[in-house]
């Protein structure tokens, strides 16, 4: 039983190493609020540039995909569960991602949230 959850872990591992196009509807941060029991997605927007990066639609700077930036989101979601996140932002007729891989990887994110929301583990946005 070890050797699989290894093997599974490092196809995880390896498969977050993969280049995926950014979504030019913008990104969202991942967080918890464990006093509330709720998890939180901050959607930001942002222009794809030329070169395949994300870049702040008012400074034109890159945005980097490591450390703090000072960025103001445009919509707050919140849910209990991973499901009642993904109804909220999927459902809705003004849906801020378009792009399959993106909503993908959002639902598999927000199942991850949601466990580490019960269980108490530490949540880190992959």
């Known amino acids: 039983m070890d050797l699989m959850v290894k ?3 490092k196809i995880d591992r390896e ?4 280049h ?5 509807s913008g ?3 991942i967080y918890l609020d464990r006093a509330a029991g709720l998890i939180y997605a901050k959607h930001f927007t942002n222009v794809i540039d030329e070169r395949g990066l994300a870049v ?3 400074t034109g700077k890159v945005i980097p995909a490591k450390g703090k930036v000072e960025r103001t989101h445009t919509t707050i979601f919140s849910g209990r569960t991973a499901k ?5 932002i999927f459902e809705d007729r003004s849906c801020v991602v378009t792009q399959l891989d993106h909503a993908a990887y959002l639902g598999r994110e927000f199942v991850r ?3 580490a929301l019960v269980t108490g583990q530490e ?3 992959d």
């Open 7 to 9: 093997d599974l872990a």
């Open 15 to 18: 498969l977050s190493q993969r």
């Open 20 to 24: 995926i196009d950014l979504d030019p």
């Open 27 to 29: 990104y969202f941060i």
């Open 56 to 58: 702040d639609p008012e």
């Open 84 to 88: 009642e996140l993904c109804v909220k």
């Open 113 to 115: 949230a949601e466990v």
């Open 123 to 125: 949540y880190v946005q």
